[in-house]
């Protein structure tokens, strides 16, 4: 079983960048297909991104493209996501999500097992 742990949320102006990391212990991460998911008050959780295990797919939703990379670091166990000029519609608990049963896991959070305790990131104007 592998643990999750998110790290990098904050409070941030418009226009700001944060660094998100998702760190794995308990099992090698190299494997495990990663998304990012968030969860605004009163809203539905929501897809961020997505990237497969061997960093060769990788899916934004529209309202990030162009601003926020998602990438990988094997040897650190760690998945990234770069957010860049940030928008208060960002403002969001940002969990970080991971599957070992497939390459790539997509936009759909049933098809990740494991999940992180979140992190906030909260964008203010």
């Known amino acids: 079983q592998v643990q999750l742990v998110e790290s990098g949320g904050g409070l941030v102006q418009a226009g700001g960048s944060l660094r998100l990391s998702c760190a794995a212990s308990?099992?090698?991460?190299?494997?495990?297909?990663v998304g990012w998911f968030r969860q605004a008050p009163g809203k539905e959780r929501e897809f961020v991104a997505a990237?497969?295990?061997?960093?060769?797919?990788?899916e934004y939703v529209d309202s990030v493209k162009g601003r926020f990379t998602i990438s990988r670091d094997s040897a650190k166990n760690t998945v990234y996501l770069q957010m860049n000029s940030l928008k208060p519609e960002d403002t969001a608990v940002y969990y970080c999500?991971?599957?070992?049963?497939?390459?790539?896991?997509?936009?759909?959070?049933?098809?990740?097992?494991?999940w992180g305790q979140g992190t906030q990131v909260t964008v203010s104007s």
């Open positions: 308990g099992r090698t991460f190299s494997r495990y297909a």
């Open positions: 990237i497969s295990w061997s960093g060769g797919s990788i």
């Open positions: 999500a991971a599957s070992p049963a497939r390459y790539y896991g997509g936009t759909n959070y049933a098809n990740y097992e494991y």
